[in-house]
């Protein structure tokens, strides 16, 4: 096996695009031809990403899915891939694999699950196939499952351990999801306390999602606290001056593997998060950041993060180090190399 056909785009902001911007990287490391086949029009800001001319990879026209004959056929997240699985299995893939990026199963892909369409589920954390095997093997016994550990490519980002201490700085980065945000989230910045002023931007902040923050139409976010739009302001500059990403989300959300968890890593900004799902995998419990189960926690450790400047410093070395280690192109090759050796003996 030599080439993988990719369905869908990949994107330098966002979840899963992001994510196969990074796993294209280990695909050409382990010297396979990748081919890209986007579900939909190839704007100005996909084009930006110079896949063929600086990234080596061969872009065909959209929905031209005579290229996938004989190569595995990989997408994350991608509405527009289930869809097209049908037609696309027309023109005799080698393999059809899938990648879900959250932790549950959502409407279209049980179906294509059901239908038989879908060969390979691939998971990036334990915890995840845990969670959804059991209802995946019911849906379609010949379904095969493999966990492969992503790569994270920490040399995009500047990693900054020495930010400026006239005030302490935090962040919070998501998408505009209402689960995402905790309604206590403002109580824990007003509570939390510093030596210094505090100073925060929330990026992923939409009217519904303001209403639910502050309590009520009309109120106001502290003046202290920059709550902006996705994708508003870059994040490599809210990271760079940040000193913690302070984010909890509502009790019945668990993150699969938070992109924004590997590049706060990158750029040395503290993680305290919440304490279940994906976040487990990237704190290391008082070594790489805090694990909170609870406000009142987060308060804790918010705090003590803003009065401990040194411990601050070496926790974000420390992060810089377990992502280095853990989800690293060496690391990752030979995860990927041993699920290709898999799928090339089925």
């Given amino acids: 096996m030599d080439e993988i056909a990719v369905i869908g785009y990949p994107s330098r902001y966002g979840g899963a695009d992001t994510e196969l911007d990074h796993q294209i990287h280990v695909w050409q490391a382990l010297g396979l031809r990748v081919h890209v086949i986007h579900t939909g029009p190839i704007d100005e800001r996909l084009r930006a990403m110079r896949l063929a001319e600086d990234r080596g990879c061969v872009v065909h026209e959209p929905r031209d899915w005579r290229h996938v004959r004989g190569k595995l056929v990989i997408s994350y997240c991608n509405g527009g891939y289930l869809e097209a699985l049908p037609e696309i299995r027309e023109h005799d893939p080698r393999a059809v694999l899938w990648v ?8 279209k892909e049980k179906e294509a699950h059901e239908a038989g369409l879908i060969d390979w589920f691939l998971y990036q954390t334990e915890a995840v196939r845990d969670r959804v095997a059991s209802d995946l093997r019911e849906r379609n016994p010949e379904l095969r499952q493999a966990v492969v550990d992503p790569y994270f490519d920490a040399g995009r ?16 980065i998501s998408r505009e999801d209402l689960g995402k945000f905790h309604p206590a989230q403002l109580w824990i910045y007003e509570t939390m306390t510093a030596p210094v002023l505090k100073e925060g ?15 009520g139409p009309g109120r106001k976010v502290p003046n202290w606290i920059r709550a902006l739009a996705a994708g508003a302001e870059p994040v490599e500059e809210v990271y760079g001056r940040s000193h913690a990403l302070i984010q909890m989300a509502d009790p019945g959300l668990t993150e699969n593997l938070p992109r924004v968890g590997f590049e706060a890593m990158a750029t040395g900004t ?10 487990r995998e990237q704190v290391l419990q008082g070594q790489t950041g805090f694990l909170c189960a609870d406000q ?18 070496r926790m974000a070395e420390n992060a810089r180090d377990h992502l280095a280690s853990r989800w690293s192109l060496e690391a990752s090759k030979a995860s990927w190399a041993a699920f290709f050796d898999r799928a090339a003996a089925t």
Avoid: H, Q, S
Avoid at 270 to 279: F, N, S
């Fill in 100 to 107: 879900n990026c959250m932790t549950w199963l959502f409407p």
């Fill in 157 to 172: 980002y500047e990693f900054t351990p020495d930010k400026p201490g006239d005030r302490f700085r935090f962040c919070r």
């Fill in 201 to 215: 931007t929330i990026l992923g902040v939409n009217d519904a999602i303001r209403e639910k923050l502050t309590g």
């Fill in 270 to 279: 503290v993680l305290c998060v919440d304490d279940r799902g994906g976040w």
């Fill in 296 to 313: 009142r926690e987060f308060v804790y450790r918010a705090t003590r993060l803003a009065w401990e400047p040194e411990e601050r410093r």
